[in-house]
Nanobody, 127 residues
Framework: QVHLVESGGGLVQAGGSLRLSCVASGRTSSSSVYGMGWFRQAPGKEREFVAAISWSSVNIEYADSVRGRATISRENTRAGVHLEMNSLEPEDTAVYYC??????????????????WGQGTQVTVSS
């Protein structure tokens, strides 16, 4: 089993920046964790894709809503992932979830492609 723990959320003013981190523990060998990603869920809305990175970090994808403002990166150990966001907007307010794949794909863009999830970290952007 793989456990994911997010950190770095909080209250940020519009236009500000933040860095979310996710650490994987448990069975985090290269045969247990492949691609990793970030999703978010705002109140009253469905969970949506934010960014994803493949096991090798070669493939990276962003949602249109954050492209150009977000950077996803992976720990060298591949047991952690970070999400840096700048020029934050009130619309970025949501609970952000870290996710990891337990099987290899080119890159995971849909929540159904992920096997492990963190508990989430709240990000609130004030106007």
């Amino acid at each position: 089993q793989v456990h994911l723990v997010e950190s770095g959320g909080g209250l940020v003013q519009a236009g500000g920046s933040l860095r979310l981190s996710c650490v994987a523990s448990g069975r985090t060998s290269s045969s247990s964790v492949y691609g990793m990603g970030w999703f978010r869920q705002a109140p009253g809305k469905e969970r949506e894709f934010v960014a994803a990175i493949s096991w090798s970090s070669v493939n990276i994808e962003y949602a249109d809503s954050v492209r150009g403002r977000a950077t996803i990166s992976r720990e060298n150990t591949r047991a952690g992932v970070h999400l840096e966001m700048n020029s934050l907007e009130p619309e970025d307010t949501a609970v952000y979830y870290c996710a990891a794949q337990g099987r290899h794909t080119i890159i995971g863009l849909d929540a159904s492609e992920y096997d492990y999830w963190g508990q989430g970290t709240q990000v609130t952007v004030s106007s």
